[in-house]
């Protein structure tokens, strides 16, 4: 009697990590099982985020694995990071954390559309040619032209204005970065009027 | 298209290009620079060629300057600045540089050191090393060794090839004539390439730059 009962409860709970771990009924990617039950609480049904929880829909996979697993360690470090995203990252695997890449890198993204309209102008030309007399890079050359990004450099174009400007100042602040070099330096050099027009500027870039 | 016999005119062509930069070199060292400046400009380089100078693979490939030669670093900026070689990004970078900042700048870059790229397909980099130390013979492409050095290092205002990034070399290889030489009435020493820009195919493109990405 003792072993059938204990067969069943192996079955039983092997049965339900199987179905946990793969695919759930409608063959969704495990990404998106994943994404659906952890991630659209905040980040939306469609990933396109809000000025808290930053749009993850179509922001490339290297960078979504590189900040899932720094959140993970605690290395980004800001207050909203800390209250709200170490907890769930705690959870996250290198495995998940690629499944997931690849999940939100797939989908199409929208543009916040939610920044200063009257200072997108003075953004472009910030992100475009920087300022060499400050010292002030020019965003595109890593970042890409149309906000784009490139491998673990992450896609800023069409993010909200609220989440750009709040990471541009928190940098500023001491805050850490997922990787040391360059965006904390790359920020401290940024104005307050700086940060507000690039961040106003980006949030439109489709 | 003229037809010049390469292998006559080209001991001519280097020998012009060295003595007229080591003249130009004494007239344009600028003053010195204080530490200041020149460490907020450099944290500023670095941000897109690296902490090392090693480069990057940003938005496009962005070029190693560690162990650069200096003379090539600051005919590169002054080249930035008159437009003579095109790029948006590097020229807001230049054109606001005085004489003295150019040259800490090229002395800082030329003193650091960086492993290579080492990220190129290796299993060109054979046919790659024939064409870098034969040259193409029947295209008349020179060895380029015989001006960027056997070890690839450069010398003067030749620069440096060794370790650079085959993506980088394989773009500046592919579109020299949208980039360089940019101002007929100023032309530079960007001509002097010619023969290999016409007469390399993309295959051995490709090779060179493997070969070279690897070079310690």
Not at chain 1, 103 to 129: K, M, P, T, V
Not at chain 2, 16 to 27: K, Q
Not at chain 2, 141 to 165: E, I, M, T, W, Y
């Amino acid at each position: 009697m003792k072993l059938i009962r204990t067969t069943i409860a192996l079955l039983a709970l092997a049965s339900s990590a199987v179905s946990a771990m793969a695919f759930d009924r409608e063959h969704k990617s495990l990404g998106q099982t994943f994404a659906d039950t952890n991630c659209s609480w905040c980040h939306g049904p469609s990933l396109q985020g809000f000025t808290t929880a930053p749009r993850l829909a179509g922001q490339k996979a290297e960078y979504i694995q590189s900040q899932l697993l720094s959140l993970k360690s605690h290395k980004r470090d800001n207050p909203l990071a800390r209250q709200v995203m170490w907890g769930p990252a705690g959870t996250v695997t290198p495995e998940v954390a690629r499944e997931l890449g690849a999940y939100f890198s797939s989908l199409d993204a929208e543009a916040a559309n939610d920044g200063r309209r009257e200072l997108a102008g003075q953004g472009q030309g910030i992100y475009q040619n920087g300022s060499a007399g400050a010292n002030i890079p020019s965003c595109a050359v890593c970042h890409g032209p149309d906000g784009q990004g490139a491998g673990a450099i992450p896609r800023i174009g069409g993010l909200s204005y609220a989440y750009v400007k709040r990471q541009l100042e928190q940098w500023g602040q001491g805050y850490h970065a997922s990787a040391a070099f360059p965006m904390p330096a790359v920020a401290r050099q940024l104005s307050a009027a700086d940060i507000d027009a690039i961040a106003s500027y980006l949030s439109f870039v489709r | 298209m003229i037809a010049v016999n390469v292998k006559s005119v080209l001991p001519a062509a280097v020998l012009a290009v060295v003595v007229s930069a080591a003249a130009w070199a004494e007239d344009n060292a600028g003053p010195p620079v204080s530490g200041q400046e020149l460490q907020a400009k450099l944290q500023y380089c670095k941000t897109c060629h690296g902490v090392s100078g090693q480069g990057y693979s940003g938005a496009s490939p962005i070029p190693r300057l560690a162990g650069q030669q200096t003379e090539y670093i600051e005919n590169q900026l002054l080249a930035f600045t008159d437009k003579r070689r095109e790029n948006i990004y590097m020229f807001n970078v230049a054109h606001v540089l005085s004489p003295g900042m150019r040259t800490a700048l090229a002395k800082h870059f030329h003193d650091l050191n960086a492993p290579p790229s080492a990220s190129a397909s290796k299993e060109l980099a054979p046919a790659g090393k024939k064409i870098f130390e034969e040259g193409v013979p029947e295209k008349e492409v020179p060895a380029c060794a015989s001006c960027h050095g056997a070890d690839a290092k450069g010398n003067g205002p030749f620069p440096r090839l060794a370790g650079q990034s085959a993506g980088y070399i394989v773009r500046t290889l592919t579109n020299w004539d949208k980039i360089r030489g940019k101002d007929p009435a100023n032309p530079d020493n960007s001509a002097i390439m010619q023969p290999v820009i016409h007469g390399l195919t993309p295959p051995q493109i490709a090779e060179v730059a493997a070969y070279l990405d690897y070079l310690d």
